[in-house]
T-cell receptor, first 111, second 114 residues
Framework: GQNIDQPTEMTATEGAIVQINCTYQ??????LFWYQQHAGEAPTFLSY????GLEEKGRFSSFLSRSKGYSYLLLKELQMKDSASYLC????????????FGKGTTLSVSS | GAGVSQSPSNKVTEKGKDVELRCDPI?????LYWYRQSLGQGLEFLIYFQGNSAPDKSGLPSDRFSAERTGGSVSTLTIQRTQQEDSAVYLC????????????FGPGTRLTVT
């Protein structure tokens, strides 16, 4: 079956750096996404990796290793507003339309 | 510009009734997804539409669930004979055809089956 694992919760302090890991096992792979979801709100797109390596976008970076079935989201210079759930998702299958999401990592940033 | 909109925002229904949820994607977005999110659970993929292609229905949990997309724009998700386990937030997302990863989500419909 298809499976995505990510830690349930993480805590960090303002100004710090945090790395949220994601491992996946899927039948086929067409891309990996990271989304941010604040409590009671819809997810918002953060990043998309299809090739191995690091994608940097401001304070957020995402890394992918397809051979290891592994990704991480790196958040730098943490701010209180970064407190949210971070969802890892993989597009798989022949047509690349099927998607599986992890259960999300709840990040709490304290001052 | 306008984002993805969904209606109703909240729906309470009795077990056994049918419900219809609506999604208006961003104009020009040819791809549309429906997801379900239960408390403490991740997003569960339900169905995917891309232009005039046959939809990917692989995520629909039972034959009580169906969806259609008329004119390549508005989509409706129908749940027949609702059960209590159908209670969840139903989210719709759309994207441009050539931006595979970048989905824009609507605010969701919170469905409560009593």
């Amino acid at each position: 079956g298809q499976n995505i694992d990510q830690p349930t919760e993480m805590t960090a302090t303002e100004g710090a750096i945090v790395q949220i890991n994601c491992t996946y096992q899927t039948s086929g792979f067409n891309g990996l996404f990271w989304y941010q979801q604040h409590a009671g709100e819809a997810p918002t797109f953060l990043s998309y990796n299809v090739l191995d390596g690091l994608e940097e976008k401001g304070r957020f970076s995402s890394f992918l290793s397809r051979s290891k079935g592994y990704s991480y989201l790196l958040l730098k210079e943490l701010q209180m507003k970064d407190s949210a759930s971070y969802l890892c998702a993989v597009s798989y299958g022949q047509a690349g339309t099927a998607l599986i999401f992890g259960k999300g990592t709840t990040l709490s940033v304290s001052s | 510009g306008a984002g993805v909109s969904q209606s109703p925002s909240n729906k309470v229904t009795e077990k056994g009734k049918d419900v219809e949820l609506r999604c208006d994607p961003i104009s020009g977005h040819t791809a549309l997804y429906w997801y379900r999110q239960s408390l403490g659970q991740g997003l569960e993929f339900l169905i995917y539409f891309q232009g005039n292609s046959a939809p990917d229905k692989s995520g629909l949990p039972s034959d009580r669930f169906s969806a259609e997309r008329t004119g390549g724009s508005v989509s409706t998700l129908t749940i027949q004979r609702t059960q209590q386990e159908d209670s969840a937030v139903y989210l719709c997302a759309s994207r441009l055809r050539d931006r595979a990863g970048e989905q824009y989500f609507g605010p969701g419909t919170r469905l409560t089956v009593t």
